[in-house]
């Protein structure tokens, strides 16, 4: 492993970050893990990103501390009530949630391209989509496109030429999609965290716009009873 070219990922413990991770590994990369330990509701995820990280046998796991509780502005960063549906089978709203989290992606990227660029990693990948996403706007194509020239212009290694590569291979994908793809490459989905209101053991909460999602793939694939 000590002779692939490094990648990293963002690995937040959910099931979308976990399949770019598988995608990036089969591509013959090396990993670099990051995750932003950064005051969400949700902390389970960070045992997950652990777990996960250990699964992949990555090269580093680097999980870095970030402070966003005290900006606030999300129902993940603050005492705002996460909103949650009678029934799963409840459709997800297109508009933009309190879940929505102030510029995350932004500042996410904006570390990992930072990190990577210190690590000499010439790819980075993301889970973001923009099929399955409850409206956040730091999901959607433009946005990525847009950061992408950002890093050209903001990097050393960009200014030299040789630009950063940020992968986002589930960028069109549904969740039913994108869960396949997890069971094809064998990743333990039982150990990921989609939920953004868990019980402290880590059960989900089955109600959120994510476990909505995530539950309806599930039985699209059969994998769920009705």
């Known amino acids: 492993m000590a002779n692939r070219p490094p990648a990293v990922v963002l690995l937040s413990g959910g099931l979308d970050s976990a399949v770019v991770a598988a995608w990036l590994q089969q591509r013959g990369f090396g990993l670099r893990a990051?995750?932003?330990?950064?005051?969400?509701?949700?902390?389970?995820?960070?045992?997950?990103a652990r777990r996960l990280a250990e699964h992949f046998r990555v090269e580093e796991h680097l999980i870095q501390p970030l402070d966003l509780r005290a900006i606030g502005g999300s129902a993940l960063t603050s005492s705002i009530e996460v909103p949650k549906?009678?029934?799963?089978?409840?459709?997800?709203a297109p508009d933009i949630p309190v879940t929505y989290v102030p510029a995350r992606n932004l500042i996410f990227l904006s570390i990992a391209l930072a990190f990577a660029e210190a690590r000499g990693a010439?790819?980075?990948?993301?889970?973001?989509n923009a099929l399955d996403y409850s409206g956040y706007p730091d999901c959607r194509p433009e946005f990525l496109d847009a950061f992408r020239h950002c890093a050209d212009l903001a990097t050393r290694v960009g200014v030299e030429g040789k630009p950063i590569q940020i992968h986002t291979p589930l960028q069109q994908k549904s969740k039913v999609e994108i869960l396949q793809m997890a069971l094809d490459f064998g990743i333990p989905v039982d150990q990921t965290v989609s939920c953004y209101d868990p019980a402290a053991d880590g059960s989900p909460c089955r109600a959120c716009d994510a476990c909505r999602l995530r539950y309806q793939a599930e039985r699209q694939l059969g994998l769920k009873e009705a």
Not at 122 to 128: E, K, N, S, T
């Open 85 to 92: 549906a009678d029934h799963p089978e409840a459709e997800v």
């Open 122 to 128: 010439q790819d980075l990948g993301i889970g973001v």
């Open 34 to 48: 990051l995750t932003l330990d950064y005051g969400q509701r949700h902390r389970v995820e960070l045992e997950a």
